[in-house]
């Protein structure tokens, strides 16, 4: 499977805790993007990375979040002393830097559960 | 006033009919704009992108961009069941900005 996975798929943890998610983006792709989703909503736009600079972080993207991409390939997000509000889809994207199109490609997504 | 703005619907068609969905944006130097199909519990998937005026035919279906309105919109010509799911309208913003800003989506219904 050559497209964009995350990892895991489902996470549940209690009030508290912190999480870390993982995504793989398509292997050629110099572009990575996270984005949050709640129910009845569109995708929210939290950070991006070009090989390993992030390059824009949202407001959305509070102190308790931390994204990185140390190898310009693979990028963790972490959430500490997580609060139920975090609960939410959180979906990775991948593309390749081109001035006029950028087509982003997302990945099955992690869907969070807080308790 | 919302940054991408659509219908939430349902929009009901029958099948073979066609579905339009549309979207509106506030960015005037919006440069490309994008709409995804997200089935319920599932990712968005890409179906076509468009960045010039006019009409961008992939099939089914058509993406039309009209930026003086500052109005995209998808057909969806002969709807399947199939076809039932939220679209969803994005739009990158305006010089090097990469982020996609997307709408709440419009939930199509295609019924037997």
């Known amino acids: 499977d050559t497209g964009v996975s995350q990892n895991p798929r489902h996470k549940i943890t209690k009030r508290g805790q912190n999480v870390t998610f993982r995504c793989d983006p398509i292997?050629?792709?110099?572009?990575l993007y996270w984005y949050r989703q709640t129910l009845g909503q569109g995708p929210e736009f939290l950070t991006y990375?070009?090989?390993?600079?992030?390059?824009?972080k949202s407001r959305l993207l509070s102190d308790r979040f931390s994204a990185e991409r140390p190898k310009g390939s693979f990028s963790t997000l972490e959430i500490q002393r997580t609060e139920q509000g975090d609960s939410a889809m959180y979906l990775c994207?991948?593309?390749?830097?081109?001035?006029?199109?950028?087509?982003?490609?997302f990945g099955p997504g992690t869907r969070l559960t807080v308790l | 006033q919302k940054e991408v703005e659509q219908n939430s619907g349902p929009l009901s068609v029958p099948e073979g009919a066609i579905a339009s969905l549309n979207c509106t944006y506030s960015?005037?130097?919006?440069?490309?704009f994008f709409w995804y199909r997200q089935y319920s519990g599932k990712s968005p998937e890409l179906i076509m992108f468009?960045?010039?005026?006019g009409d961008k035919e992939d099939g089914r279906f058509t993406a039309q961009l009209n930026k003086a309105s500052q109005y995209v919109s998808l057909l969806i010509r002969d709807s399947q069941p199939s076809d039932s799911a939220t679209y969803l309208c994005?739009?990158?913003?305006?010089?090097?900005?990469?982020?996609?800003?997307f709408g709440t989506g419009t939930r199509l219904q295609v019924t037997l």
């Open positions: 468009i960045y010039s005026n």
């Open positions: 292997s050629e792709h110099n572009r």
């Open positions: 994005a739009v990158r913003g305006a010089g090097t900005a990469s982020k996609l800003t």
């Open positions: 994207a991948s593309s390749l830097y081109d001035l006029s199109y950028n087509e982003q490609f």
């Open positions: 960015d005037r130097g919006s440069q490309s």
């Open positions: 990375f070009q090989n390993e600079a992030q390059l824009e």
